[in-house]
């Protein structure tokens, strides 16, 4: 029978393989890597050094196996593509997220990478696109087709001795809690953030702490429960994404105290902000390659980073100051815009273009929030214009603005038939409009 060894960080992706290795008859072994006897630290970051000293403690046991797959994290294979000319079997990499997790400043794992990429014994496999499209930009090119996961867990245990000795890992998930008020869930951050059973019994509520296994046994143990608390830490540390027009920055700057950071003139204006519940250095690392990589696409002109607390007040502090500095411009007609995230570029162009004709010398003031596609695209009066007459006679005009842009919305989206069965939704897709 084929042997097959799973090595993983991940309880979910063992339990996928587990599933479809016995579809197929296959002799499976799989080892949860950070509370097992092959690494003997909890470790997401292999250097060479680990996993020279892993293989060659462990080589005879490797080499008794057919197959042997590594899933989050994709270091993980380094253990094997550090020594694959001793390696006598298959090995298959499981790409289930970022394939340099916790490894973006080691070349020379990109480099090891890209050059194990369609030897013989080698599989690497992404399970989504974006992973390719990640990897492409550190130059390692998959080649091999996406496999997605199939979510599906099976009732038993990993091995026939797993005794991992965590709750809800192995036995009846959890059996042994009597119930009350808090189910918490044990998945770092709810220590990281906080401690979340401490502060649940703060408020005098009984509250238990437990892994996740699965949809089923959840919902078995949750039953003896009134709720269940999960701060899931999400790979993605976007915080903020702003957008802002040269034009928002000038008026901040002509009306209010003047930025203390170094803004140059540039058509628009990005404002990031990044969170993490982890401090470190590597964080900062990871966010500061990024950046790299965006400069060197030319997808941005400049970055400025901050560098403390108060400069990333001084940041937001332009960002907020936008509607009061428009407010001593003069008068002006303010729409509040939820647009698709990837129409955000034809909308404003497109509605500059019919804004200017319409109400000429009309100025646009342009910012909002990328992230969620909603975006203030406000009209202040022409220079030495009266504002009663703007308001009162360009308000008019404006609304003709937003009738021809809701034709130019209707192509670009495909949707005429959807709309015209959900009237009631038209206003709040195209704007909502107030004088001021």
């Not at 016995?22 to 092959?38: C, F, V």
């Not at 009984?206 to 089923?216: I, L, T």
Request: include cysteine; charge should be negative.
């Amino acid at each position: 029978m084929t042997k097959v060894l799973h090595l993983s960080h991940h309880y979910g992706c063992l339990k996928d393989h587990q599933y479809v290795c016995d579809q197929l008859g296959l002799d499976l072994t799989n080892k949860l890597s950070i509370w097992n006897d092959i690494i003997k630290r909890d470790v997401y970051r292999i250097t060479k050094e680990i996993a020279d000293s892993t293989w060659k403690e462990h080589k005879d046991y490797f080499n008794s196996f057919d197959f042997i797959i590594t899933s989050d994290t994709a270091p993980l294979s380094r253990i094997f593509l550090e020594n694959i000319d001793e390696f006598k079997g298959q090995l298959i990499v499981w790409v289930c997220n970022r394939f340099n997790y916790e490894m973006q400043d080691d070349s020379a794992y990109h480099n090891l990478m890209n050059e194990s990429v369609g030897k013989d014994n080698v599989k690497i496999i992404p399970y989504t696109k974006f992973e390719t499209m990640w990897a492409e930009a550190y130059k390692v090119k998959f080649t091999e087709e996406v496999i997605r996961p199939i979510g599906v867990s099976i009732d038993k245990p990993l091995s026939e001795n797993e005794d991992l000795g965590l709750i809800g890992f192995g036995g009846d998930y959890g059996d042994e809690l009597e119930g009350g008020d808090i189910l918490v869930s044990r998945y770092h951050n709810d220590t990281l953030w906080q401690d979340s059973v401490k502060m649940m019994e703060h408020y005098d509520l009984s509250a238990d702490p437990c892994k996740y296994r699965g949809y089923k046994g959840l919902v078995k143990l949750a039953k003896k429960y009134e709720a269940y608390f999960i701060l899931p830490e999400q790979y993605s540390k976007f915080a903020a994404f702003e957008l802002m027009n040269n034009f928002s920055i000038e008026l901040v700057n002509k009306h209010m105290d003047k930025a203390s950071i170094p803004i140059e003139k540039f058509k628009w204006l990005i404002l990031v902000e990044f969170s993490s519940i982890e401090v470190s250095k590597n964080e900062k690392d990871k966010i500061e390659n990024l950046l790299n990589e965006i400069l060197h696409q030319n997808l941005a002109k400049d970055i400025f980073i901050s560098q403390s607390s108060k400069q990333a007040k001084d940041m937001w502090y332009i960002r907020e100051s936008i509607s009061e500095a428009q407010k001593k411009e003069g008068g002006s007609i303010k729409n509040d815009i939820s647009i698709p995230i990837k129409d955000i570029s034809k909308f404003i162009n497109n509605a500059e273009k019919i804004s200017k004709k319409v109400i000429p010398g009309s100025r646009s003031v342009i910012f909002g929030h990328i992230g969620d596609g909603n975006i203030h695209f406000n009209i202040s009066q022409p220079v030495k214009s009266d504002k009663d007459k703007f308001i009162k006679k360009d308000k008019k005009n404006f609304l003709m603005i937003f009738v021809y842009f809701y034709l130019f919305l209707i192509s670009v989206f495909h949707i005429c038939f959807s709309m015209l069965s959900s009237f009631l939704d038209i206003r709040r897709l195209l704007f909502s409009c107030q004088a001021h």
